[in-house]
């Protein structure tokens, strides 16, 4: 069990219901151990007796004739949404965002959007406000004040885009795309990563090679006609060597020389017979 002290209401409820559905719960309010037989109290200051009450109706319904028997209103629904997220309930989060979609209103969805990171409920909720042919109401304006000047920001939006489109032929009128260009709401694709080619590959580079030059007793083969090659068939064969493994490849090229410890190997062609 769990001990809470929210105000000045004590709670002692089954603490598997805030370790096992919160990513965060028991490492941020330092849990003792379940095995170790020590009652663990926590002091939640900033949460309200209202919400922490909401929170445990979902964990405790007063009947299993209907899912959520005493949470139905905007504002039961928030308050799951607010703690859920504070202590990072995933799934319950999403049950609260999913039910609150269907029960709020434009308004509610503008103010919570921005509260608890819903962009995705904002481009309706704008357009809704704006195709609709009453103005915002003064209750209206209090809510979207709870955002400071966010709220402000959204207030004169609004009303430009309300000016912009009112000249417009009903029929014509396209709230939606408008809402996306003076909220800056346009979809951004991601940008996709950049394709690098592979490497060519490199041949290895040539750092040595000796030239043979046949010794007297050659014989040269006959040529593609049958008779002994002629002098100009008679040519020298070039031999290379890859560079050692390790070695740089950017090395001289060979010289047409030989060098001196090669000439001593170097002989004459041998004449015609």
């Excluded at 039910?99 to 909720?125: C, M, N, Q, Y």
């Excluded at 966010?150 to 939606?176: C, F, K, M």
């Excluded at 890859?242 to 041998?270: H, I, Q």
Aim: proline share 10%.
């Amino acid at each position: 069990m769990i001990e809470f002290l929210v105000e000045d209401t004590r709670y002692r409820v089954h603490r598997f219901f805030f370790e096992d559905h919160s990513e965060e719960f028991a490492v941020k309010y330092k849990l003792p151990e379940r095995d170790s037989g020590t009652m663990a109290y926590v002091r939640l200051n900033d949460v309200t007796t209202r919400d922490f009450e909401q929170l445990l109706n979902i964990f405790y319904p007063s009947t299993l004739a209907s899912p959520y028997p005493n949470t139905k209103t905007v504002e039961d629904w928030t308050s799951i949404l607010r703690l859920s997220t504070k202590w990072k309930f995933s799934s319950l989060r999403e049950l609260a965002v999913q039910r609150l979609l269907e029960i709020t209103s434009p308004i509610d969805k503008v103010v919570l959007g921005h509260t608890f990171d819903l962009p995705e409920w904002l481009p309706l909720a704008y357009a809704q406000l704006c195709e609709r042919n009453i103005p915002l109401t003064v209750e209206e304006g209090k809510r979207l004040g709870e955002l400071g000047h966010v709220g402000a920001d959204i207030v004169t939006r609004l009303w430009q885009i309300s000016h912009e489109v009112a000249p417009t032929a009903a029929a014509d009128r396209n709230y939606t795309e408008v809402v996306k260009r003076v909220f800056e709401l346009e979809d951004k694709k991601p940008e996709a990563p950049p394709i690098e080619a592979p490497p060519l590959p490199q041949a290895p580079a040539l750092t040595s090679a000796f030239r043979f030059v046949p010794p007297p007793s050659w014989s040269w083969p006959n040529n593609a006609n049958g008779q002994t090659a002629n002098e100009s068939e008679k040519h020298d064969v070039w031999f290379f060597r890859p560079p050692p493994t390790g070695t740089s490849s950017a090395s001289p090229a060979p010289s047409d020389k030989p060098t001196e410890s090669k000439k001593k190997n170097v002989g004459t062609k041998p004449a015609i017979s």
